[in-house]
């Protein structure tokens, strides 16, 4: 939904980015009393275990820098990065390998690269 309100947004002073958290210590993500992690509540009192994830001002601070930086994607998290990769490459790796009639290349021309995903590219590399 993001990516389409900034494709919309593309040639005004509007902003629009998709942030991807990881883990932040909150009480929406803690260990539990047997030491792994589950979603939602407090920890056990007294379990001596504390909040799991980054910490709330470094991923605000994240953010924050991705809204200054006008990034299209503010991903927390670095570990992430492989996963991201494999998804990438599982696409890319689904497309039929034939080539297709240049008649319905030119028809959906418009439809077949985002200038969205190519300023952010430009962007990055700088």
């Known amino acids: 939904m993001m990516e389409s309100l900034r494709q919309e947004l593309l040639d005004t002073n509007i ?3 998709v942030f991807c958290p990881g883990a932040v210590s909150t009480d ?3 260990m539990g009393a047997d030491g792994e992690k589950c979603a ?3 920890p056990t009192p007294g379990n ?4 799991a994830g980054m910490e709330p001002l470094e991923a605000g601070q994240r953010v924050l820098q991705g809204i200054r930086n006008n990034a299209l994607y503010i991903f927390s998290h670095p570990e992430f990065a ?11 790796a689904s497309f039929p390998r034939e080539t297709p009639p240049a008649e ?3 028809l ?3 439809l077949l690269r985002s200038p ?6 430009e962007r990055l590399r700088g």
Do not use: Q
């Open 108 to 110: 959906e021309r418009p």
């Open 48 to 51: 001596g275990k504390k909040p």
């Open 82 to 92: 492989p996963g991201i990769r494999d998804r990438n490459e599982a696409l890319l």
């Open 40 to 42: 939602g509540g407090n």
């Open 116 to 121: 969205v995903y190519i300023r952010e590219i």
């Open 15 to 17: 902003g629009v980015s």
């Open 104 to 106: 319905r290349v030119e």
């Open 28 to 30: 929406a993500f803690v």
